[in-house]
């Protein structure tokens, strides 16, 4: 199956790793971890959802653990964030910015890989989405946060929009997938980007009751 992945989604998935791990080396770094537990969550966000993604569809051992590229690429992201910490904190909120990144080109990465391997559109949505937030999930279960995904904030949402693109590309073939993949990155990052900007959220259903004096 792995000879259906051409080389755009290669690139697209390690540039997603190297995006993730900086978002899971900075996260750690702010949380005063040690060089083990920074190096750590680091790996853990960026092939955290992959290997969930692959486990899923019988891709196995999944190819955050037997190829060597994505860990080779989640420590160097790891030591480049520790020896230019100061430089990466000057970019705006850089977890948030590398996050989107890892998460739109993760998004995209798992359906294609989904829809590689044989699968429908429904399981290759739902798993361009859990490659897309796996990990960010388990960084911030790890660092005792409250996992984005779970507030208000459009997260997932975005995933679904970029794996569906994917996956409408793939049935309607109305352009070539690596365009079609390209369009997807850019919607689910631009919307997510957007969210933050314009503060565009979910709504939120509160059980609490204002008492009226």
């Known amino acids: 199956m792995e000879d ?20 899971g080396a900075t996260a750690a770094r702010q949380r005063g971890l040690d060089l083990f537990g920074i190096l750590a969550i ?21 190819a955050g653990l037997t190829n060597w590229r994505y860990l080779v690429t989640a420590f160097t992201a790891s030591v480049i964030t520790i020896g230019l ?23 995209v990465t798992g359906a294609q890989k989904s829809l590689a391997f044989g699968h429908n559109a429904e399981v290759a949505i739902l798993l361009g ?24 904030e459009i997260y997932a949402s975005a995933a679904l929009v970029g794996a569906t693109i994917v996956v409408l590309g793939n049935h309607f073939k109305w352009l070539p997938s690596d365009l079609t993949a390209i369009i997807a990155l850019i919607v689910c990052f631009g919307l997510r980007l957007l969210a933050l900007h314009f503060h ?13 004096s």
């Open 42 to 62: 680091a790996f853990i966000v960026a092939c955290g959802g992959g290997i969930i993604r692959d486990l899923c569809i019988g891709s196995i051992p999944p």
């Open 85 to 107: 910490f100061s430089l990466v904190q000057r970019l705006n909120r850089p977890v948030i910015f590398f996050d989107a990144l890892g998460l739109s080109l993760f998004a």
């Open 129 to 152: 989405i859990t490659t897309a937030v796996g990990g960010g999930v388990l960084r911030d279960i790890l660092l005792n946060r409250v996992p984005v995904i779970l507030e208000k």
């Open 200 to 212: 565009w959220n979910l709504p939120v259903y509160s059980t609490t009751k204002k008492i009226q």
């Open 4 to 23: 259906k992945l051409h080389s755009l989604f290669n690139i697209l998935d390690l540039t997603g790793t190297f995006a993730f791990a900086i978002s």
